[in-house]
């Protein structure tokens, strides 16, 4: 008999409750449509989905003056950065509507930056990634990088040359979030693995499959939907760590229902209609099954982070071409779904420093490469479209009204609360300086018992984070 798998996200948040709710109201409806302004003055504003295309348009009118471009939300303005006082090429930029930025740093000279930086200072728990609002590499090194290794850091930041690096410290250390939407459970190695599921998609053969962390799908190969559940799905794809941290995990129920959608607590989902790339000053959410939903902004490009490997002593993993955000996660988080207000399903959560008591850094797999690497797509499989209206409308006073898989009907959730996605698209010029390492050292240890023990599994199971299994 067949099988109906939707994510339940009817109950409460399962840790951080004050931030997630706070975030839970940012997700309601408000005043977030693109506007242009009637008159011919500049700059013009908009929204964060309008980024891509024009940042393109102008990017290919500049050539080798254009250094990045990020997005200020205050003011929803997009701000090109270019080389050199040329009056004509910032003309270029204000006829568009957008800010010109004078800088320092080409894109080349940052992309120098940032190679130079992976053949001298691959050490364990530093990562980089480009700040276009800076117009430098931001180089971070965690609580382990002391001594030589730091000095050896610090000296590689000043050969590249005045104003085209900084580095600094962080309070935790670089792990990844192997413990995370909906909570996902594998028994590997002699211990419990507790990860998070990302996105729901297609698998190029049509098949109904979902996206996850690469050191989830690196770290076990069959995923169940509870702690000692029998197995639901297999891992059929797995990068990490190298040129990403993805996994495409097939349903081994072909006629699964999977949802194009993110469960955000209290029986509110958002229907997730596309994927796009990340913006510098874009405004995101992060879902995980161990922390709920939390807010923040990206904060950098190109990320690379470099995790001190467990599987060979002394060495590191690196992983290439994350998003760095000030978002926070903890252990369980990893491949948890990053998106924003409308609906854009942006990243895979990979790993960082800190938690959600103290803040830090987290780094996310682009979902827009990791759909290209494994051939997948966004939205239903074989087994069907979205949850019909009664699995999407738990709470009184939630309105759903759901659409096809994938499609723009609102959602709602508890209360009044409703989720209105609509499309957005990041700002498309990401690269892949980052590193990421370190799966290994997620799933033992610390990560293995807060995957397999504990309030962390069941709030995860219980909050909003399970899948439902009817017959």
Request: charged share 15%.
């Amino acid at each position: 008999m067949s099988h109906k798998r939707i994510p339940k996200r009817k109950a409460a948040i399962a840790a951080g409750s004050v931030a997630a709710l706070g975030a839970a109201a940012l997700l309601l409806p408000n005043a977030n449509a693109s506007q242009t302004d009637s008159s011919d003055a500049t700059p013009k504003t908009f929204k964060a989905a309008d980024v891509p295309a024009l940042v393109s348009q102008i990017a290919s009118q500049l050539g080798d003056a254009f250094a990045g471009s990020y997005y200020n939300a205050d003011k929803r303005q997009i701000v090109v950065n270019v080389v050199g006082d040329n009056s004509n090429v910032a003309d270029t930029v204000r006829k568009a509507g957008a800010v010109p930025n004078t800088v320092q740093n080409s894109a080349s000279t940052l992309q120098a930056a940032a190679k130079e930086l992976r053949t001298k200072a691959t050490i364990p728990g530093t990562a980089w990634s480009v700040d276009p609002k800076t117009n430098e590499i931001r180089v971070t090194a965690d609580s382990t990088v002391t001594g030589t290794r730091w000095d050896a850091l610090q000296s590689t930041v000043k050969s590249l040359g005045s104003g085209v690096a900084t580095v600094k410290k962080s309070a935790g250390s670089f792990k990844t979030f192997v413990s995370g939407g909906d909570a996902i459970f594998a028994q590997a190695g002699g211990g419990g693995i507790r990860c998070s599921l990302g996105f729901n998609v297609t698998a190029n053969d049509g098949s109904p499959a979902f996206l996850t962390a690469g050191h989830c799908g690196v770290a076990a190969k069959q995923w169940s939907d509870s702690q000692t559940g029998r197995p639901i799905a297999t891992v059929d794809q797995a990068t990490f760590p190298g040129n990403g941290d993805f996994s495409l995990v097939k349903y081994d129920d072909p006629a699964t229902r999977a949802p194009s959608e993110v469960n955000v607590g209290n029986g509110q989902t958002v229907q997730i209609t596309q994927a796009a790339d990340a913006v510098v000053g874009q405004q995101v959410f992060r879902m995980g099954s161990t922390t709920g939903l939390h807010d923040g902004t990206v904060t950098g490009l190109d990320a690379t982070v470099n995790f001190q490997s467990e599987t060979v002593p002394g060495g590191v993993d690196t992983v290439t071409g994350l998003i760095q955000t000030d978002v926070c996660a903890e252990a369980g988080d990893s491949g948890g779904s990053l998106f924003t207000q409308d609906g854009s399903a942006i990243g895979l959560t990979s790993g960082g420093s800190g938690d959600c008591t103290a803040g830090g850094e987290t780094f996310f797999q682009p979902v827009t490469t990791a759909l290209q690497a494994t051939g997948a797509t966004l939205g239903a499989g074989a087994g069907g479209g979205a949850a019909g209206s009664g699995d999407q409308s738990a709470n009184p006073g939630g309105t759903a009204s759901p659409g096809g898989q994938g499609g723009a009907g609102d959602q709602s959730g508890a209360g009044n609360r409703t989720a209105s996605p609509g499309g957005q698209s990041g700002a498309g010029d990401q690269s892949g300086a980052g590193d990421q390492a370190g799966g290994a050292s997620d799933r033992t240890g610390g990560d293995r018992s807060g995957q397999s023990t504990g309030n962390g599994a069941d709030n995860g199971a219980n909050n909003g984070s399970g899948i439902v299994t009817s017959h």
